[in-house]
């Protein structure tokens, strides 16, 4: 965990189409629940002020650059940019499906072909180039701030007037404004180097570096450049061209940090042992190092007694994002997709450890359900048992269940983090379970928070 990060202002600049969505849970893991801003699009923005954004430590949303005038201080910019031909094609297919649902969307109808909107001017403007629009996107910040005063707030019909717009500038001047900015951001990853860009962002920031991080958002289905004809090809090719200029900047921004990371961990961790490892896992285990050297991974710095309760920061993957249950007065999080979700901790070793694990609700028999520690398996009561509505998310104020079991000090690896997995049979969506909700989440049981603490 970055040391600062309590104390800085992160902001996500959210490039629709880039596997940003992937990216986002993890950038989430870093903060509080409370310290996140929830809006991601601009509207819903401006529907919040006066708004004290001063109390956040991250924004993450399809902002652009412009929400920069708004922020109290200097943020860490965060982005990822995907190859453009490849990011256009696939934004106009999510407008598609999402037509139905998206009041603003830049098509007339589900099915208007790409053609259309690249021939019509206003919207061809916003669809072109997007990844540079998104860099390069201002807002009046004078009469957005001579509006809130005299208003209070800002009003709906004042959106068409503050709407964000590119800057009067044309062709290499608005490229050469987004690579400036560009350039200046903490970190800029690339789609299809996702993997690597994981990596590299662990580095930056000196997160903790989970490996598996599973793709969400993603397309079942995905249209590809060469399945248009040639007349679409030339127009997708011109409406793209400051992006493939931005792309192969980002690219070469991106190489020389990454080959800078490599050099850097090579001097400080290298070992003999990592001839017979793949490359990847060597880079893996040596951010792991690199983790435990900036946050003294030792004896004395580990904790024999803690709460970790799902609102705080979390080190740990196979889990949704955070949520407000129903009574609003507790954060769960869903485990899932994967029937498989893993959270770390520092514990000191020696020690025999005594857990408590709150759960709100589960779509499964939770005696079928499997805990280690480490790869151990360990045993455990099922002290509290759910209610018979499973699913009614609107009725639990307490906790459905209370599992209670503990674990030696023997299988506590006292100079490294200790790995709780959760293994349940299956994953189900709220779809499933009723056939009138939308939401197509695969999920298992809903946590509160875990108590650890040492035996007597």
Known sequence: MDSNTDKNLF????????AGTSLVNILENQFTFGKIYDKVIWPELFKDFPLDLNSYNLIRGHFGYWICDLLPRKPKIITMIRTPLEQILSLYEHQRRAFDEDEFSMLKSKDEPILEVLKDGPRRNRLANHQTRNLTLEINKEEFIKILNQ??????????QLRPRLPKLQGKELLDLAKKRLESFEFIGITEKFEQSLQLMYFTFGWYPIQYVPKENVASTRVTFDSYDG???KELRKATRLDTELYKFANEIFDSRFSQMVDLLNKKYYDPRYVKMSENNVIYEMLERHYASLNEISNSHQ????IFDVKDEMIGYGWHQRELW???????????????SVLFFSLEDGKNIEFEIFIMSSTFDLDKLEIKVNDHPVSFDLIEKLNEN???????RKPGAIIKGEFSSDIIKGDSLTQLTFINKKTTSFKELNRISKDSRKIGF????IILKETI
């Open 11 to 18: 902001y996500f600049l959210h490039i629709p189409k880039t």
């Open 151 to 160: 208003n209070h707030k800002i009003e709906e019909n004042n959106f068409k």
């Open 231 to 233: 007349e679409i090809q």
């Open 303 to 306: 904790s024999t007694n803690l």
């Open 326 to 340: 129903s009574d609003k007065n507790k954060v769960i999080r869903w485990s899932g997709p994967e029937t498989n």
């Open 390 to 396: 499973l699913m009614n998310k609107f009725t639990g």
């Open 446 to 449: 809903a946590l509160e928070k």
